[in-house]
Nanobody, 124 residues
């Protein structure tokens, strides 16, 4: 079992930045592929970014490439998402997730553990 708790969300103006964190506890954090997803009101949960167990491999949704950066600190059992150049369409609840798969994955169904989410609201 892995428990995940997100933090760092909030209200920000368009063009601003936020840094989300996801603290993990339970089983060895470093053994998992990690990801960020988001869900806007009335929409399905969607992939944002993923990172390999050692941080060497990352992947991003096209909508966030060049603006968001995923990273992890295995010594601190923490996953991060740096959000820059935020847009109103980035408004959503952001979730971190852990996958026991060997490679990074963009599919929700491949993630085994989920946090409760943190709200990000971008005003225009």
């Amino acid at each position: 079992q892995v428990q995940l708790v997100e933090s760092g969300g909030g209200l920000v103006q368009a063009g601003g930045s936020l840094r989300l964190s996801c603290a993990a506890s339970g089983r060895s954090f470093s053994g998992y592929v990690l990801g960020w997803f988001r869900q806007a009101p009335g929409k399905e949960r969607e992939f944002v970014a993923t990172i390999s167990w050692n941080g060497d491999s990352t992947d991003y949704a096209d909508s966030v490439k060049g603006r968001f950066t995923i990273s992890r600190d295995n010594a601190k059992n923490t996953l991060y998402l740096q959000l820059n150049s935020l847009r109103p369409e980035d408004t959503a609840v952001y979730y971190c997730a852990a996958s026991a798969r060997y490679r990074t994955t963009v599919y929700l169904r491949n993630y085994d553990y989920w946090g409760q989410g943190t709200q990000v609201t971008v005003s225009s």
